[in-house]
């Protein structure tokens, strides 16, 4: 069996193909493997044709795995993440009368929103945050629940709720949903359906992450269904769905108790039994389920199944499962797993997608390590947090889902799962023990009652389940694991010295604590005897555990270790010739397919993002190599999937396999099949031409989307663990996935380390401490495979050995003990240590004392160390003599043993600090070949998984010949220290080159040492040669420096990619001559600032003015001639010409605008500007100032009546404005996002809204636009900036950098934004060039990066503040809100406005400007700072934001005042700058040295380019033609950018949305800003007055309501006599959010009919913004609120209808909700009015009562979605003066009272007249009953009474009469 072939030198000719082949060769593979025979075969016949088509190398396996430079990953950190949540409203609640409010729950966090009254849409507009800090996985798992709930005093009561997970939440762009509806469903009752939707942005931002925010502009029509809150690409309906979770069993269980009590008994009882009691809990979407315990049994079975019910697809991405152990005080967790549903399901439409399904398949349990300790340290590895180390058992799952719609959906295991749990339940009773309910009756109506309450909830039920007979017993294979030790060095010696061996064990075996190896062959005779198709070994090891024919040996013979020679921290273990090997069998379910399936994808992957890299290292060199590299790579990743989907297509179907073994291997090739074409279109160029970066951004997409299909769920072998054992205990681990060391005869399917040798760095288990060191480096050959193919396990060991066999037991099949190397070679390493970048800071003035520890097998050295530096340049050779290495020479020459680097910071006292390390592979010269020297190369350095910078060396390893040292390459002669440089021939090739250094100042300069920085001078240095500046004498009056520019001269590589880093250094001059280090900063790439020597006038710059090069390429071109410009172009009598707009005489017709659209533009004509822009640009009319008054103030009146919305009385003002371009941004948007259509199409019906001549055209355009509603009327826009204006313009970087100064350590938190780490700035730049030959050239004149610099002399300013709007602050007072207001700092000025608060508003509208004077540099950092406002105590900050004023003042962009889009002399778009357009463009041609602007009528010509358009303006009044070319010349700057050479984007008239950010929460935004800010310097004409920005003050309104009549109103009432049906009607109205002005009519009083009269007036005062359609609430909170809080929502009227009653509280009949803004028309008459027309009326013909001001009609009543009743109203609507002048009264009152109504003589109430009350009921309906009793009484009464007096009459008649 294990016939080991050792004589090598037959089998090496034939290694590359037949190694695939050998299997099917021999002949092995079919005989014992029939069902895998045939797939082998074709396997390798394939492989060859394969390798013949697509020339992929066939050499032998490489010996060792690819080198990593990453020594290990860091630790899983915590992260700090802000969940933002914004409650909008609410539509379409379920329930009558209803109170809604709404709970948020995130976490055990909970918060909630305020209570709205009686409404089933609740407007709330109220916004949450939650903080969290913890590992980015777990927080994901976190569930956002949002409940509504109908509020009581006393237990609300639930309406709906809604979850999702923070992952999905994370994973949406820009980490959010905005603006989008939640589906409410209710958890007790899925099948009722949507229970209301609540609109809410969510969104969770970590550090660094950035928010697109928008600020809101409400909706009233929007389609609920179109906008819900999913993901994209779910479906809008979403159905419920049961996932079935089935726990069939679990093995290999941790046998120990881990509650103190039970090893106490076991101490004293010693009992052998498994003291553990498992049970499983499984959670899903915030509901968990648990499996019953099962006692004393460490491989228990359970066969329960944990149903839960959500909707599918779910919003909640990860089902948890976890082991626990119950025990007698409290449960432990032994084991956590996280199934992700997107891995074992596909979402894409059609047949390619499938529901998730899982197994059944084994899961593997990984945590702490498996010791008998009673305490735990490591218990946080079996919750789920950091990497397991152990392995824990594992688990036997499946998992199903079956949508519950019924339909085609249902799959077959859906269907006998109901067989299966209808057919258990009844039979087994006792079934009882899973699940809480009474299974007592178990007849068939009894279940059908028990399942409709159980299963119709979203409870979660576990119940058993017989394992149904499809599922066969699993077939087990036998793996044998061979490991050989090359090398185990880097033992940190805090281990210690006691004798150290190496485990190596996969799940439980090889593991000798726990249980020992027998434990494996127990368990598998057991289990042999269940299933007798098990193939037993042919050694017999069967059912005696004993007499196994291979040994195990899982652990090296222990050996004591030596100290490393040069350091004495690390010790190693003498190998020597000696390699030591472990070997040992396991058995497990024979499912490899999978891993070899995950193989050969992941070998793709990995081939392709090599490539990747490779092709970006190529672009450093040229951009076609490049290209072309990417090219074949591409075709080589096509050519490889076809090879993949031939092979997936062909795979016999296996008995094995599970539904989503068979899913995947689908999806996989159809994912493959996708990406091939779309990789054969990229390189055929069929769409578009894709430039480089694209090209290798879509492979990179490749990549990912192929390592997303290599993570393969269904677990099979466990994966290895590498043990390090000091004196038999665990010390330090790896952890290896079995799949990478896997075996395969065809050569894809390998495992990436299988049979090689890997260099594993072991890590301390759990928590590791920070500046944690490597705890050993170990070398070793893993094989793993089928013992079927145990012959090749050797196959890949370089070559040259002996096998050692163990003496125990005698047979020559058994793999060998130890491998003998006989041969050695002596060699020398040369480790030449040059330079290092960009390390990481560990003193705490910002640098750090490097030096290198160069290890390599037993010996180390260290470089010298190179003091206060991140950027040091050791240049020096470390020699290793005398190294012995053993085995074939050429076998060391392919694959050498590794050099670690390791660097540290030396401090003087204590001992050196890490900074990080690197992996090398030395460059072998073997002594018969010949020599040629390295090249230096940068090897990343990795300080955890942080990165570290860079190292610039090579290390060289040469054999000794037999001559002795004297035989190697010559060094050169070490210098006084004995420290040897690196040779010359290695050195990188100098040349000289100029630095020139622009010094412009320094900033925001904190205090060093206590004491402010006072007389600062900055340093360059840069490849040992440097410049200072001057020292700026008071830091305080002045900071910038008065010597502008300076150069020096540096020897620089020829080598651009070898240019060594740039540093800057701060120090600050103090009393007698001390100097401290203040700050540093390095520029690690200098390739930014490298310029081209020669010509320097040549220097045009063809880049975008947004590039970082602009600085320093555009400067010379100011000195350029402008002749030399036009001839540059062409001969300067042919002009271009630009049109920027159509000549006046154009007919104003459908034509023109046809014209326009199609202006003809030899330039890119600034019409169609290539980005977003306002484009509102064409003047209105009016002249020159003196006239222009009148004609303005006109237009303005025609434009009024162009607003639609607006009642004629509203005012154009700047907000009017604002509105307007929020509304066209937000239409950019939509048109953006529906089709990405290029700017320039989107763009000609803007111009023609715009453009306008006469009265005449104003009409004919008016009726154009009619038909198109939501037109943007025809006003000035501003351009509204998503993030702040910095951002647009790269900075204001164009002519001067910023360079942050860094000062103290950087430490792992704050890496990447470390603030804390800033202590002041320096502006500046720099220009690297080859020094020219002759230098005289040079120094003459002034040095070129000077040109283009302003003088940086100090400047006088005028500076407006101008603060709009701040919106999403985060809340500051515990009740959720704050009391936002401003503070301005600007140098020593700070104004606070702190009067000025704003109540209980996270959305506050400040308006307001701020002026103030300033002098540059002194003062040019804004801060503008948002405080909350308390009462008491101090008031707290929420977040500030910085602006750099000086940047934006000198910029080429001239962004000191925005240009605006229109120019008007007065009104709301008055020109604010103090420079008119033609002089702004004046000063610009005279900086830029263009001849002109020429002005003649119609045109303005500069240079060589004309531009034409409209300068003559009529003026309305006096028919007079006044000439203008401010218009004209303003279009000309909007087009600025497109002027050839100079051109630059002129910053707009703009409002910025600055983020705010608070120290305490770094890089987490705390909310928003919107403001902009203008400056005018001293020297200019004075500006105008600052716009008035003051928010617009509500107008107050008073809405008459006046309710006549109503009809069908349902009847309530029944009558007790006579069963009659009848109603006490009343209506009651109020407007949403002033219930405290509810008002109600008088009662009609049993209406018959459902008639109700009425004539009753409601008034109704309320506070309305028209330009926003939003209500003003004033109102205070509640008792104890100290101020009023002001609060928008939108006006909605709701009027109900009511019964009224006597005794009991009244009843609800039905209610009527308008938005006043947005209401349908009114039916004629009550037979018109239906519920159906109302609710589905169109956008068109809804009506607004603010345009309308009177409507009168009839409206439905409407409960739960029925009609029940009618209303006749009228609504009459008047502003709040026209309510005082003419006053109404309320109700029937006076002044002009109302009519009484004319009710029916039925109305009334019987309490009040009861007499009434007798002749309504009684009378009315028994009046013939009455009458006939009456009439029958009397004639009783009258017989009575005749027969009473009879008698007596005839007797006296008789006495008397006779």
Not at 908 to 914: D, F, I, T
Not at 1750 to 1755: A, E, I, S, T
């Amino acid at each position: 069996m294990f016939g080991l072939k050792l004589k090598k030198r037959k089998k090496k000719a034939e290694k590359g193909l037949i190694l695939a082949n050998k299997a099917a060769q021999d002949g092995e593979g079919e005989a014992e493997a029939p069902q895998e025979g045939p797939s082998h075969q074709e396997g390798g016949d394939f492989i060859c044709d394969h390798e013949s088509a697509t020339s992929i190398p066939s050499a032998p396996p490489k010996r060792r795995s690819k080198l990593l430079t990453k020594i290990h990953d860091g630790e899983v950190r915590s992260q700090n993440y802000q969940i933002a949540i914004t409650i909008t409203e609410a539509r379409q609640l379920v329930g009558e009368n209803i109170d809604p409010v709404v709970i948020i729950e995130v976490g055990d966090e909970k918060k909630q929103s305020t209570v709205k009254e009686g409404t089933n849409s609740p407007f709330y507009n109220e916004y949450f945050v939650f903080d969290f800090i913890g590992p980015q996985l777990h927080l994901f798992d976190k569930i956002i629940k949002i409940s509504v709930f109908h509020h009581k005093l006393i237990g609300s009561i639930l309406i709906g709720s809604f979850k999702v997970d923070l992952g999905t939440v994370y994973n949406q762009p820009g980490h959010q949903f905005c603006d989008k509806w939640a589906l409410l469903t209710d958890p007790g009752d899925i099948r009722t359906g949507a229970k209301g939707y609540l609109k809410c942005d969510i969104s969770v931002i970590g550090k660094g992450d950035v928010l697109k925010s928008s600020p809101k502009t409400p909706d009233a029509e929007e389609q609920i269904e179109k906008n819900l809150l999913i993901p994209q690409g779910f479906p809008s309906e979403r159905p419920w769905a049961r996932f079935y979770v089935r726990l069939y069993k679990a093995e290999g269980l941790p046998k120990m108790n881990s509650s103190i009590m039970a090893n106490v008994t076991k101490a004293f009882v010693g009992d052998s039994k498994d003291l553990v009691d498992p049970f499983v809990e499984v959670s899903f979407a915030g509901q968990m389920g648990r499996t019953a315990v099962q006692k004393n049994c460490a491989d228990p079975v359970w066969n329960e199944q944990v149903v839960f019910k959500e909707m599918f697809p779910p919003l909640c991405r990860r089902v948890k499962i976890q082991v626990w152990d119950e025990g007698s005080v409290n449960d432990v967790a032994l084991a956590t797993h996280f199934i992700d549903l997107k891995k074992i399901s596909n979402e894409q439409d059609g047949d390619k997608g499938f529901l998730p399904t899982f197994g059944p398949a084994w899961i593997n349990l990984y945590g702490s390590p498996r010791n008998h300790s009673l305490m735990d340290d490591y218990q946080e590895l079996n919750e789920g947090f950091g990497e397991g180390v152990s392995f824990r058992g594992r688990i036997l799952v499946e998992i199903a889902v079956e949508i519950l719609s019924g339909g085609a959906q249902e799959s077959k295991f859906s269907k006998a799962l109901k067989e299966l749990k209808l057919s258990s339940k009844d039979k087994d009773s006792k079934s009882s023990k899973g699940s809480s309910k009474d299974k007592s009756d178990k007849t068939d109506d009894g279940r059908s009652q028990q399942a409709s309450d159980k299963t119709n909830s979203t409870e979660v039920e576990v119940e058993r389940f017989d394992v149904p007979p499809e599922i066969i017993p699993e077939k087990y294979e036998e793996f044998l694991l061979f490991g050989t030790f090359f090398e185990a060095t880097m033992i940190d010696r805090k281990i210690g010295d006691k004798p150290i061996s190496f485990e190596v064990s996969i799940g439980n075996f090889g593991n000798l604590l726990d249980g020992g190896s027998h434990h494996g062959s127990k368990k598998k005779s057991a289990e042999s005897a269940e299933e007798d198709n098990l193939p037993l070994l042919q050694e017999g090891e069967g059912d005696t555990a004993h007499s196994v024919a291979i040994p195990m040996l899982s652990t090296t013979h222990p050996k004591k270790p030596l100290v490393t020679e040069g350091n004495r921290n690390y010790n190693y273990l003498p190998f020597e010739a000696k390699k030591p090997c472990v070997y040992f069998i396991s058995s497990w379910g024979d499912q490899t397919f999978r891993l070899h399936w995950s193989n050969m994808l992941e070998k793709m992957a990995d081939l392709l993002e090599e490539s990747i890299e490779e092709a970006r290292e190529l672009i450093k060199i040229s951009e076609t190599a490049s290209e072309e590299k990417m090219k074949t790579v591409l075709s080589d990743f096509i050519s490889q999937s076809s090879a993949f989907i031939s092979e997936a297509e062909k795979k016999p179907k296996m008995l094995n396999q599970t539904t989503l073994d068979k899913k995947r291997l689908t999806l996989c090739w159809q994912e493959l099949e996708a990406m091939a074409k779309e990789a054969k279109g990229i390189i055929q160029q069929q769409k578009k031409k894709l430039s480089l970066d694209e090209i290798i951004h879509e492979a990179e997409n490749f990549v990912e989307k192929i390592r997303f299909l290599v993570d393969e769920p269904q677990h099979t072998i466990p994966d290895v663990f590498i043990w390090m054992l000091s004196n038999n205990k665990k010390v330090a681990y790896a952890r290896i996935a079995s799949k990478d060391l896997l075996y395969s005869p065809i050569r894809e399917q390998m495992g990436k380390h299988c049979g090689k040798i890997k260099t594993h760095f072991l890590k301390l288990p759990g928590k590791r401490p920070a500046g944690w060191s490597v705890q050993a480096k170990v070398d070793v050959y893993l094989w793993l495979g089928s013992t079927r193919h145990s012959s090749a396990m050797l196959d890949n060991l370089p070559v040259g050995y002996e096998a050692e066999m163990s003496s125990k037991v005698a047979g020559a099949n058994q793999p060998p003990a130890n491998l003998l190397y006989q041969d050695r070679h002596v060699f020398q390493l040369r480790a030449h240590m040059y330079q290092a970048r960009g390390l990481i800071a560990a003193d705490s003035s910002g640098l750090s004392d490097p030096f290198a520890k160069v290890t390599f097998l037993s010996h180390c050295q260290t470089t010298k160390v190179i003091s206060q530096t991140l950027s040091p340049t050791w240049n020096q050779m470390l020699l290793f003599n005398d190294l012995v290495l053993h085995g074939d020479q050429k076998e060391l020459a392919e694959s050498p043993p590794s050099v670690v680097v390791e660097l540290y910071d030396s401090d003087a006292v204590g001992k050196p600090e890490y900074l990080g390390a690197t992996v090398a592979a030395p460059v072998v010269k073997l002594a018969d070949q010949d020599y040629e020297p390295p090249r230096l190369c940068y090897h990343p350095i990795f300080c955890g998984s942080l990165s570290g910078g860079d190292l610039l060396a090579v290390f060289e390893l040469l054999q000794v010949p037999s001559s002795g040292l004297q035989g190697l390459p010559p060094v050169d002669p070490p210098d006084v220290a004995q420290i040897y440089p690196v040779p010359t021939s290695i050195r990188p090739v100098l040349s000289k080159y100029r630095v020139e250094v622009l010094f412009w100042g320094v900033r925001e300069m904190k205090k060093v040492q206590l004491l402010s920085v006072d007389r600062p001078q900055v340093l360059i240095e840069c490849g040992g040669r440097g410049v200072k500046s001057c020292v700026i004498q008071s830091y305080k009056n002045n900071p910038n420096f008065s010597v502008q520019a300076d150069a020096f001269e540096v020897e620089l590589p020829e080598n651009e990619l070898l240019h060594p880093p740039l540093s800057i250094c701060v120090v600050d001059w103090r009393a007698f001559g001390r100097s401290t280090l203040v700050g540093t900063y390095t520029i690690n790439c200098l390739k930014q600032f490298l310029c081209k020597s020669k010509e320097p006038l040549a220097l045009s710059s063809q880049v975008d003015g947004t590039q970082v090069e602009q600085a320093l390429s555009d400067s010379p071109v100011a000195t350029e001639p402008s002749g030399s410009l036009s001839s540059s172009q062409e001969p300067s009598t042919d002009h271009i010409y630009v049109d920027v707009e159509p000549p006046p005489t154009v007919v104003p017709d459908s034509a023109q605008i046809q014209l326009t659209s199609m202006v003809d533009v030899p330039d890119s004509s600034p019409m169609l500007e290539p980005e977003p822009k306002p484009a509102g640009q064409e003047p209105p009319k009016g002249g020159k100032a003196k006239d222009a008054r009148k004609p303005t103030r006109r237009s303005t009146k025609k434009k009024k009546r162009t607003i639609a919305d607006e009642s004629a009385e509203n005012v154009i003002d700047w907000w009017s404005k604002y509105y307007a371009s929020l509304k066209k941004a937000q239409k950019e948007k939509e048109s953006n996002s529906k089709e990405k259509r290029s700017n320039a199409e989107g763009k000609p019906d803007e111009v023609v809204v715009n453009i306008e001549d006469g009265p005449k055209k104003k009409k004919d355009k008016m009726l154009k636009k009619k038909p198109r509603e939501d037109e943007i009327p025809n006003l000035a826009v501003l351009q509204i900036y998503d993030g702040d204006l910095e951002s647009e313009f790269n900075n204001f970087e164009d002519w001067v950098k910023t360079f942050e100064l860094f000062r103290g350590k950087s430490t792992e938190d704050d890496h990447g934004l470390d603030g804390d780490r800033v202590i002041g700035k320096f502006k500046g730049s720099f220009c690297i060039y080859k020094s020219p030959q002759d230098s005289g050239i040079e120094d003459s004149g002034q040095l070129r990066i000077q040109q283009g610099v302003p003088p940086n002399h100090p400047v006088k300013v005028l500076i407006r503040v101008y603060i709009v709007a701040a919106f999403n602050l985060s809340p500051a007072d515990p009740d959720g809100k704050a009391d936002p207001y401003i503070v301005v700092k600007l140098g020593q000025t700070e104004i606070k406005d702190r009067d000025k608060y704003i109540p209980k508003q996270l959305n506050p509208v400040f308006g307001r400007s701020f002026e103030i004077q300033a002098t540059f540099p002194k003062d040019s950092l804004l801060s503008i700072l948002i405080y909350d406002h308390d009462m008491i105590g101090t008031d707290d900050l929420i977040g500030e934001t910085k602006i750099d004023l000086e940047n934006r003042f000198y910029s080429r962009h001239r962004a000191i005042c925005g240009l605006q889009s229109q120019y008007e002399i007065e009104g709301y778009n008055a020109w604010r700058d103090t420079s008119k357009p033609t002089e702004i463009l004046t000063k610009l041609c005279k900086d830029n040295q263009l001849d002109g602007p020429y002005f003649c009528p119609g045109k303005i010509q500069i240079g060589n380019q004309v531009f034409s358009g409209k300068t003559v303006f009529m003026e309305e009044d006096t028919e007079q033609m006044v000439e203008s070319y401010e218009h004209l010349a303003l279009r000309v700057l909007h087009s600025w950018e497109d002027m050839p050479e100079v051109g630059c984007r002129l910053v707009p008239e703009h409002i910025e949305s600055r983020p705010l950010y608070h120290k305490d929460k770094p890089g987490m935004e705390q909310g928003r800003l919107q403001m902009w800010v203008d400056m005018f310097p001293k020297d200019m004409p004075q500006p105008g007055p600052p716009v008035d920005i003051s928010p617009r003050q509500p107008r107050g309104y008073e809405l008459r309501v006046t309710i006549w009549n109503t009809e069908d109103v349902i009847l309530e009432d029944e009558n007790i006599f006579t069963g009659q049906k009848s109603s006490d009607i009343y209506v009651k109205g109020w407007i949403k959010g002033l219930e405290d002005d509810k008002q109600e009519t008088d009662v009609h009083y049993n209406s018959l009919t459902g008639e109700g009269n009425f004539n009753w007036r409601f008034l109704f005062p309320f506070q309305y913004l028209p330009a926003e359609k939003q209500m003003v609430i004033t109102k205070r909170e509640n008792i104890f609120s100290l101020e009023k809080m002001e609060c928008k929502t939108p006006a909605v009227l709701v009027l109900q209808v009511w019964d009224f009653e006597r005794l009991s509280s009244d009843d609800f009949l039905g209610s009527l909700e308008m938005n006043l803004n947005n209401f349908p028309r009114a039916a004629k008459s009550a037979k018109d009015c239906q519920l159906t027309k109302f609710e589905n009326a169109s956008e068109e013909s809804k009506i607004s009562i603010f345009q309308q001001k009177r409507v009168r009609g009839w409206w439905p009543f409407a409960k739960s979605k029925e009609l029940t009743g009618k209303v006749e109203a009228e609504f009459h609507l008047v502003t709040a003066e026209e309510a005082e002048k003419n006053p109404v009264g309320k109700a029937r009152k006076e002044p002009e009272p109302l009519a009484k109504p004319n009710r029916p003589d039925t109305s009334f109430s019987w309490f009040v007249s009861p007499f009434k009350c007798l002749y309504h009921l009684i009378w009315k309906n028994y009046k013939k009953y009455i009458i006939i009793g009456f009439i029958l009484i009397i004639l009783i009464i009258f017989l009575v009474l005749f027969i009473y007096t009879l008698p007596g009459a005839i007797s006296r008649k008789i006495v008397v009469g006779s």
